[in-house]
């Protein structure tokens, strides 16, 4: 590392994330005066008046210039999303975990400015006054939870097509279409045209924002005493003119290039999942090889530019998130997830050399953010995987790994072409896309052990006494197990309508009064269609519910099944007693039901063939429904920090587990449930079909003396081709001993850089809440036999 | 057919190459005084007892009929030598105090357990270890296994004292792929007084290995005072130079954690307090075996 980009790291290591209420400010005072407007026009002109007006900081000796705020970690605000209320400031300010420091002076603007204006009128606001009173007690109940009533739908990644093209050429694209329009056969005609003029303005306003940049350069360089420092920054100067005008000519305008649209798309809205590169490997690779064969760069240069803009994704926090949502992602980081290897689109190994220096980088950085993963394909080498899991060994959560191929069948399946599906990978956390092409919008996580809670209880949510469901049966009077699942689908069926309507309804309001003409231009075929990526410009368009608690309904069905219809050692009314009194008195009982009963995670059929029941359930309810956008809902199995939120809601389970203590995370076990080693994890896991959802995920624990030795890394890597070849989507390993964390969670003073994987993406475990650093605790740890 | 295992270990990695499932079966003709798998010494069953993990409920107790459990002052003490081993108290035990080791199971029964780890075993070059205990007291079930192994082209190593009669040990070895076997103390008395046994038999047993053009790999369980002395440590290593085709050797260093399950078995350690080697003496030892074989690994 050399000296700059360490001194850049520690100053985004040290830098307090705190609220920046410039955006806030500008946009409220451009909605104080705009006139008789289209929306994607005032979408628009908004952009325009932020990237004209914010101001511009360029840090002392960064390669890669372009902060969203003021400066490092300054957190910008969406008012017209949701405006923070006096009490959430004061919340963000003083919260143990998690918070951003709120001044004096924001606070004023907050209570004299921008509450005033934005009372009443804010996206969340109209959500929650859309939503139906059964949507509300479900919401309320922690059944599921709604992304986007704080943060814009988002969740995309982008392609190559800015190495091609520049904001000029996007330009030329846009009058095209706008050229094209046919006011007398198409009824859209007019709405096209104000879309497409919108990203007109757009993409000249981020060209504006780089001018500004080129500026202030030359500007520093004008004073700058060091002749190194003031030819570098005569260098930005003329990149910044160049990009993201033009497409980029070399290595170093590549990266700035992309940073200018990352900047425009996290500050033109707060979109889930900051955006992404990508596949940074594979669009690189022709900048790197042809800078090294005509000398004007070298491995070292393109690994220093790749830290400096490393440093800038570490600079942005996720946007402050309060409420359930700041529940079921409590993070700093915003899930930017950088892809490495894979496929190329005609179907060769991806792996390059920029692969490697991206892990070297990867390695050295040691950062939350940007997230990392591998796409490991069957036709990548091993020296790749193994590179990869040098890293792992380290025992900071990153990178994770992917089967690109399982990735690329299942985009096919979803009906993708193979090229669009070779050049995707997966972003987020674990979530399959078609980079450059696709809206993949998460709507929410589904709480599946609450809705069985629910069943369990004939439609009445046991923890407020309130019937939310639907009368599925009173289950003492079963007589089989098949009746339980019939009772527990019509249950789900119920809920799964309740959200889909809520979001088809939550969809319409993003694409009616919240286009993205910023982020339209990027994501193919915005621009050909005219219309905006909220409102199904992409092509294609995907909504996923997230399913929770998979191993946690999984046992507790298991449980039933066996000690109450098989073996007949409890009756339902017992168990329910049990449950109801939080096994209090009945430890004898949950002891039964916990060591006796056969759990997934275990190689066992018996349990096994239960969980892939629940997913075919889960599957059938939600795969095929349509949404809005021309597109259709799918399934993903991952949870974030959620299976803590879900937990908290949820009574004793009948698998064992204590009322309001987390549930199982992912795809992985029960914590602790899994007792026959990783293979046996792998095989249970394996037995999903995890071509049929866009994402699982599966964390697991090793002890650092297993992979000390070089056989034991080996062993590793085999354990991930293994589940590969068996369908596996992604893995992703913790390597740190419970005694560890046990230390840090006593003496966090101590252990203020640790690392820990937590669920798709790395967190500094004194981050974390109590309940999640127990959960993470509390996983299997594989150990040495 | 059926044998005696006390457990089945998946995702194996120090038992030979690769990824393994590893099978100890259950008794053994040494006496080994730092076994540190006291549940594999006797051949048939035995009650496991972990007392931190009792309840104190009681039911163990009201369903013994031999006096096995006893209750003292609020405790429930496990009198084994009445015991039949009928495994009731341990079926109402749902707090696992109590556990059986040993289980009687059969050939198919324990390749349906080795087939479920296949695809690791062909990733990793790994495949399946029978362990001990000593297999070849057991030996027509371990040949039944190794012919079922065999058939389904699964990697076969073999974990033995080598304290078996030649005639047995040529009958399975065509079916064996690597012995992993164990070499203690060069000393003949000396051997006899740590494990119960002479060495002879066990050197005659590898060196017949070494004729039969065998893969083995020779472990050596390395014990402070016992057989880590210079003269045991020339004396192993020439031994094995002398064999001429066999050229590794995986050193096992003491370790304490079978101390606990003697607890647990209700036994007496017998080896007097020994701590595990230093780093310093595993590097001198390691570097003197260097002297002779080409290969030396610390663990399996």
């Known amino acids: 590392m050399t000296k700059r980009v360490k001194i850049l790291r520690q100053q985004s290591l040290n830098a307090v994330p705190y609220i920046s209420p410039e955006r806030a400010l500008l946009v409220t005072q451009f909605y104080q005066e705009a006139g008789f407007l289209s929306v994607p026009m005032k979408r ?74 934005w009372q009443g009128k804010t996206i969340r606001e109209k959500i929650f006054d859309e939503m139906t009173d059964e949507w509300k007690a479900a919401y309320q109940a922690g059944i599921f939870t709604e992304f986007m009533e704080q943060r814009a739908p988002g969740h995309t990644v982008l392609d190559d097509k800015i190495y091609r093209k520049g904001m000029l050429d996007f330009i030329r694209d846009i009058d095209a279409s706008l050229k094209a329009l046919d006011y007398h056969n198409d009824a859209e005609a007019y709405y096209k045209q104000e879309e497409l003029k919108a990203m007109r303005i757009c993409a000249e306003a981020i060209v504006t924002l780089a001018h500004r940049y080129a500026n202030k350069a030359l500007e520093l360089a004008a004073q700058e005493k060091d002749t190194v420092r003031k030819s570098e920054l005569e260098t930005i100067a003329q990149i910044c003119r160049h990009v993201p005008a033009h497409a980029p000519e070399n290595f170093w305008e590549a990266l700035q290039y992309y940073w200018f649209v990352h900047l425009g798309v996290i500050t033109e809205l707060n979109p889930w999942d900051s955006f992404n590169p990508g596949r940074l490997d594979q669009h690189l690779y022709p900048f790197y090889r042809k800078g090294i064969a005509d000398g004007s760069l070298t491995r070292e240069q393109a690994k220093e530019l790749l830290q400096c803009f490393w440093i800038k994704f570490n600079n942005q926090p996720a946007p402050p998130k309060v409420g359930v949502t700041a529940a079921e992602s409590s993070t700093y980081t915003d899930f930017a997830n950088i892809n490495s290897g894979g496929l190329r689109a005609d179907g060769s190994d991806g792996v390059n050399e920029v692969t490697y220096l991206v892990l070297e980088v990867i390695d050295e950085m040691r950062l ?165 990526y909220n409102d199904g410009g992409a092509r294609y368009n995907t909504n996923y519910i997230q399913g929770v608690g ?184 913790n390597v740190v001993t419970a005694q560890t964390l046990r230390d840090a969670q006593a003496h966090p003073e101590q252990y203020r850089d640790l690392i820990v994987r937590v669920a798709g993406y790395s967190d500094y475990f004194c981050d974390l809440s109590k309940t999640l650093q127990d959960e993470i605790i509390a996983r299997t740890e594989h150990q040495s036999f | 057919m059926k044998g005696m295992i006390f457990n089945i270990m998946r995702y194996a990695v120090h038992d030979g190459p690769g990824i393994r499932t590893t099978v ?57 030598e009445n015991c039949i081993q009928c495994g009731n108290c341990i079926e109402v035990c749902y707090a696992e105090a109590r556990e059986m080791a040993g289980r009687e199971m059969t050939t198919e029964e324990v390749m349906a357990e080795i087939s479920k780890d296949v695809v690791f ?40 004292s080598g304290y078996v009669s030649p005639e047995i040990l040529g009958q399975i070895s065509p079916c064996v792929d690597l012995f992993l076997y164990d070499i203690k103390i060069l000393d003949e008395a000396r051997h006899r007084q740590f494990t119960g046994v002479p060495n002879r038999l066990v050197l005659d047993n590898l060196r017949r290995l070494s004729q039969w053009q065998k893969n083995v790999i020779v472990r050596l369980p390395l014990i402070p005072g016992v057989n880590d002395d210079q003269e045991n440590i020339r004396q192993t290593g020439s031994f094995v130079a002398s064999l001429g085709n066999i050229d590794e050797i995986h050193i096992l260093p003491y370790h304490h954690t079978g101390l606990e399950k003697y607890r647990r078995l209700g036994l007496a350690y017998p080896l007097p307090e020994v701590a595990p080697p230093s780093p310093e003496s595993l590097d001198r030892i390691v570097n003197e075996l260097k002297r002779f074989v080409k290969t030396v690994v610390l663990g399996g």
């Not at chain 1, 090229?419 to 709507?443: H, Q």
């Not at chain 1, 629910?454 to 009077?477: A, Q």
């Not at chain 1, 803590?644 to 203590?661: C, E, I, L, N, Q």
């Not at chain 1, 000390?708 to 390993?733: C, I, M, P, S, W």
């Open chain 2, 24 to 80: 100890f079966f259950k008794g053994c003709p040494l006496r080994c005084q730092w076994c540190h798998n006291p549940e594999s010494i006797i051949r048939h069953q035995e009650i496991i007892f972990r007392e931190e993990r009792c309840l104190r409920c009681g039911d163990c107790f009201s369903v013994c009929r031999n006096g096995a459990i006893r209750r003292e002052d609020g405790r429930f003490v496990y009198v084994r």
């Open chain 1, 368 to 532: 939350v953010q940007p997230s990392s993963n591998i796409q490991l394909s069957r036709k990548n080498p091993d020296e790749f995987l193994k590179r990869a899991c040098k890293i792992i060994r380290k025992g900071w959560g990153q990178p994770s790994i992917f089967n690109a191929d399982m990735v690329v069948e299942e985009l096919l399946r979803q009906g993708k072409s193979i090229e669009d599906a070779r050049n995707g990978g997966t972003s987020g956390c674990v979530e399959t896309g078609a980079f450059g092409k696709e809206s993949y919008i998460l709507t929410g996580y589904f709480n599946l052990p609450k809705v069985f809670e629910i069943t369990l209880h004939n439609g009445i949510d046991p923890r407020t006494g309130r019937k939310i469901g639907i009368d599925s049966g009173d289950p003492e009077t079963f007589r089989t197990f098949d009746e339980l699942m019939e009772a527990f689908k019509r249950q789900m069926k119920h809920f799964i309508d309740i959200k889909v309507r809520g979001n088809n309804v939550i969809e319409r309001l993003y694409a009616e009064y919240m286009p993205v003409p910023f982020l339209s231009i990027l994501i193919d075929d915005c621009i050909v269609k005219g219309k905006d």
């Open chain 1, 550 to 733: 998979i191993g946690s309904i999984t046992d507790s069905l298991a449980a039933i099944k066996y000690h109450v219809f098989d073996e007949k050692k409890l009756s339902m009314r017992e168990l329910l007693t049990a449950l109801a009194a939080n096994f209090e008195g009945y430890e004898k009982m949950r002891l039964l039901v916990l060591n006796r009963t056969p759990k997934y995670g275990n190689d066992d059929d018996y349990a096994d063939n239960i969980m892939r029941a629940v997913f075919e359930a889960f599957y059938n309810e939600v795969n095929g429904r349509k949404n809005t956008k021309g597109g259709v809902y799918r399934i993903d199995m991952l949870p974030t920090t959620c299976h803590v939120y879900f937990g908290s809601v949820t009574g004793a389970t009948p698998d064992g587990r204590k009322a309001w203590t987390p549930l199982s995370e992912g795809i992985s076990p029960v914590q602790g449930a899994d007792r026959h080693g990783p293979t046996a994890v792998l095989k249970s896991a394996a037995k999903m079909d995890h071509v049929r959802t866009g994402g699982t995920l599966l964390n697991q624990k090793f002890t650092p003396q297993l992979l000390e030795t070089e056989k034991g890394l080996d062993n590793l890597a085999h354990l991930v081709r293994a589940y590969f070849t068996l369908g596996g989507h992604h893995v992703q390993f």
């Open chain 2, 121 to 160: 075993f062909d990733q990793s070059g790994g495949g399946v270890t029978f362990s001990g205990g000593e297999p070849l007291l057991q030996h027509e079930f371990l040949l039944s296994l190794l012919q079922s192994c065999k058939q389904k082209g699964i990697h076969t190593a073999v974990d033995t």
């Open chain 1, 44 to 117: 628009a002109l908004t952009f325009k008046t932020i990237m004209e007006n914010k101001a511009i900081c360029l840090n002392d000796g960064e390669l890669i210039v372009g902060e969203r705020g003021p400066a490092p970690k300054a957190t910008y605000t969406y008012p017209e999303i949701c405006c923070h209320s006096l009490e959430d400031l004061d919340i963000l300010n003083s919260r143990e975990k998690i918070p951003f420091k709120v001044e004096a002076e924001t606070r004023r603007l907050y209570r004299e400015v921008i509450i005033p204006f």
